[in-house]
C-alpha cells in the first residue's frame, strides 16, 4: 500500500507569494495533520482534520489555512510568505485523530 | 516550560551498546506517547508507540513509561551504525488532536 504521498517534494518562492503544499493519506486513513520542521527542532503542529473538519490548529498566523477534501486528501495554504516560513513541512495521517501517525516525505518550502 | 523535552545530545555510543533515550512532558494527563526516529534529510519514522505505564519490548527497542513521573524513554539494545539518527519523541495530550514533539536526540553509533 502506498504510504503518504506529499506534493511538490521542493518549492522556491518569494516572500509575499502565496503556496499550496497537497497531501494524500495512508489508504483508509481520515485523519491529516500539518507539521512545520526547521532544522535542528522538532515537528510544530500546525492543523489536524478529521472527516473533513478542523479538529486542531497550533500556534501559527491566519496567514496559513488548510482543508481537506472527501477523499481524505488535503491542502495547506500559506500566504504573503515571510523568510521565516522557510521550513520541511510534514504531512501524517492516521485512522482516528488519536492514532499514530505516519508522515510523507515532506515538501522543502525556501522563500527568497 | 517547554511541553515535551529531550536531551538534544548528541549521544554516541559504540556498536552493540546499550543506547538510552529520555523524555519528559509537562502535561500531567496526557494518554499517548510516541518515539520517532529521523534520519538526517528524511521525515519521521514511527518506531514505537506507549499507552500504559511500564515497558513494551519490540525487537531491539523498548520503551519505558512512569506517568506519574511523567517520563518515558527510548532503550534500543545492540546498536547498530545504523541506528545512527535523530529520535523524536511525541506525546498527545487527552484531547487527542495534536502531537507535541521534542527537539529530538541525536544518537551516533561508533563501529
Known amino acids: 500500500d502506498a504510504g503518504v504521498t506529499q506534493s511538490p517534494t521542493h518549492l522556491i518562492k518569494t516572500r509575499g507569494q502565496h503556496v499550496t503544499l497537497r497531501c494524500s493519506p495512508i489508504s483508509g486513513h481520515k485523519s491529516v495533520s500539518w507539521y512545520q520542521q526547521v532544522l535542528g527542532q522538532g515537528p510544530q503542529f500546525i492543523f489536524q482534520?478529521?472527516?473533513?473538519?478542523?479538529?486542531g490548529r497550533g500556534n501559527f498566523p491566519d496567514r496559513f489555512s488548510a482543508r481537506q477534501f472527501p477523499n481524505y486528501s488535503s491542502e495547506l495554504n500559506v500566504n504573503a510568505l515571510l523568510l521565516g516560513d522557510s521550513a520541511l513541512y510534514l504531512c501524517a495521517s492516521s485512522l482516528l485523530g488519536d492514532q499514530p501517525q505516519h508522515f510523507g516525505d515532506g515538501t522543502r518550502l525556501s522563500i527568497l | 516550560q517547554k511541553e515535551v523535552e529531550q536531551n538534544s545530545g548528541p549521544l554516541s555510543v559504540p556498536e552493540g551498546a546499550i543506547a538510552s533515550l529520555n523524555c519528559t512532558y509537562s502535561d500531567r494527563v496526557s494518554q499517548s506517547f510516541f518515539w520517532y526516529r529521523q534520519y538526517s534529510g528524511k521525515s519521521p519514522e514511527l518506531i514505537m508507540s506507549?499507552?500504559?505505564?511500564g515497558d513494551k519490548e519490540d525487537g531491539r527497542f523498548t520503551a519505558q513509561l512512569n506517568k506519574a513521573s511523567q517520563y518515558v524513554s527510548l532503550l534500543i539494545r545492540d546498536s547498530q551504525p545504523s541506528d545512527s539518527a535523530t529520535y523524536l519523541c511525541?506525546?498527545?495530550?487527552?484531547?487527542?488532536?495534536?502531537?507535541?514533539f521534542g527537539t529530538g536526540t541525536s544518537l551516533t553509533v561508533i563501529p
Open positions: 511525541a506525546v498527545m495530550p487527552n484531547t487527542g488532536n495534536q502531537f507535541y
Open positions: 482534520y478529521y472527516e473533513k473538519e478542523e479538529r
Open positions: 506507549i499507552y500504559s505505564n
